[in-house]
C-alpha cells in the first residue's frame, strides 16, 4: 500500500498495468534528473540525445548496426520482414547522417507497429521521435497510451517523466514515479528523482524519506546520502544533517559539493573553524 502522500496523485482508477520486467537503476545522477540513468532489462536499450532529452530507446535484443548501403537496399524492397523493418528503423533514428532521417524513422516505426501488432518497443521509439522533433504533446499522448496499456517496456515510465521533467511539470512527474513505485516498490530511481521533487518543492521530510530508503541500496552512489544531509539542514536538524554530511564524505572523499554545503552550514551555525577545516580538507583534495 503506498502512503497517502503519493496516493492522491494516483488516477482514480488506475490501468491494468503488466508487471514490469525491468528496474530504473541510478548510476550517475545529475542536475537533469536521470541523465546517468539505466534501463536493464530484455533487448537492447540505448539513449537518444538529438534533442538535449535524455530518452531511452529499446530496440530487439542483439540487433545488428547496418550501413548506408544495406538500409538502401532493404528499403528499395517491397516486402520485408519485420527484423527488417527494425534494423532499418534503427539505422534512420540513431545512425544515419541525413537530414530527413528522423521522418523517415517514423514511418519505420508505424510499419513496424502495423506489423508488429502493436509492438510497446516500437511505440515507446516512435515517442521519442517526436520528442526529438519537438512533437512534445505527441510524444506525450503515445507515451500516456502506452502506459494504459499492457505492454508498456520499462523505459516509457523513464522517457515520460523526463518530459515531464523537462518542463517542469512536477506534480505529472511524481504520478508517473508514483505509477511506477506502485508496480516496483523497489524501484531506486523512482525513489530519488521522488526525492528530488518533493525536495524542489520544499516538502522536506517526504524527500528526507525517500533518499533515506534508497541508503542501503545505493551505497555506491553518495548522492542519497548527501541529499539526506541536505534535507535534515532544511528542517533545522542540523546535528543529523552533520551526521549525514560525515558519512558522505567518510565513504566519498571526492564529492566535492558535500564539502561545500557541509561548510556553509557550519558557517550559517557560527562554527567558522569547523567551517574552515572543512573547506581546507577540501582544498587538499584539489591539489592532490
Not at 503488466?18 to 542536475?31: N, S
Not at 547496418?66 to 534512420?92: C, N, Q, V, Y
Not at 566535492?256 to 582544498?283: G, P, S
Request: charged share 25%; hydrophobic share 40%; aromatic share 10%.
Amino acid at each position: 500500500m503506498l502512503p497517502a502522500h503519493m496516493r492522491r496523485y494516483l488516477p482514480e482508477k488506475l490501468p491494468g498495468f503488466a508487471i514490469l520486467l525491468c528496474l530504473f537503476v541510478p548510476t550517475i545522477h545529475c542536475a537533469a534528473g536521470c541523465a546517468g540513468a539505466r534501463v536493464s532489462g530484455d533487448g537492447e536499450y540505448r539513449r537518444t540525445t538529438a534533442s538535449g532529452i535524455p530518452l531511452s530507446l529499446q530496440f530487439p535484443e542483439a540487433m545488428p548496426d547496418i550501413t548506408k548501403e544495406r538500409a538502401a537496399e532493404i528499403d528499395a524492397r517491397p516486402g520485408k520482414s519485420l527484423a527488417e523493418r527494425w534494423m532499418l528503423a534503427r539505422f534512420h533514428h540513431i545512425n544515419s547522417p541525413e537530414n530527413d532521417h528522423l521522418v523517415k524513422s517514423v514511418a519505420d516505426y508505424k510499419a513496424i507497429l502495423v506489423a508488429g501488432r502493436g509492438d510497446g518497443r516500437a511505440l515507446n521509439n516512435l515517442a521519442c521521435v517526436y520528442a526529438e522533433m519537438e512533437k512534445y504533446k505527441d510524444a506525450e499522448q503515445l507515451f500516456q497510451e502506452l502506459l494504459a496499456g499492457t505492454d508498456a517496456p520499462a523505459n516509457a515510465y523513464y522517457n515520460l517523466y523526463i518530459l515531464y521533467r523537462r518542463s517542469t511539470r512536477l506534480d505529472d512527474g511524481v504520478r508517473v514515479l508514483v505509477m511506477l513505485k506502485e508496480k516496483q516498490p523497489c524501484s531506486l530511481y523512482a525513489s530519488i528523482e521522488l526525492g528530488d521533487i518533493f525536495f524542489e518543492k520544499q516538502d522536506y521530510t517526504i524527500a528526507e524519506s525517500y533518499y533515506r530508503a534508497v541508503l542501503g541500496p545505493c551505497e555506491s552512489n553518495p548522492y542519497p546520502i548527501y541529499k539526506c544531509a541536505k534535507a535534515l539542514e532544511a528542517q533545522g536538524r542540523h546535528g543529523e544533517a552533520e551526521e549525514m554530511y560525515t558519512r558522505c564524505l567518510a565513504e566519498f572523499p571526492y564529492f566535492h559539493e558535500a564539502y561545500l554545503d557541509y561548510a556553509h552550514m557550519l558557517l550559517v551555525l557560527e562554527r567558522t573553524e569547523d567551517a574552515k577545516k572543512i573547506l581546507n580538507r577540501a582544498a587538499g583534495l584539489i591539489k592532490k
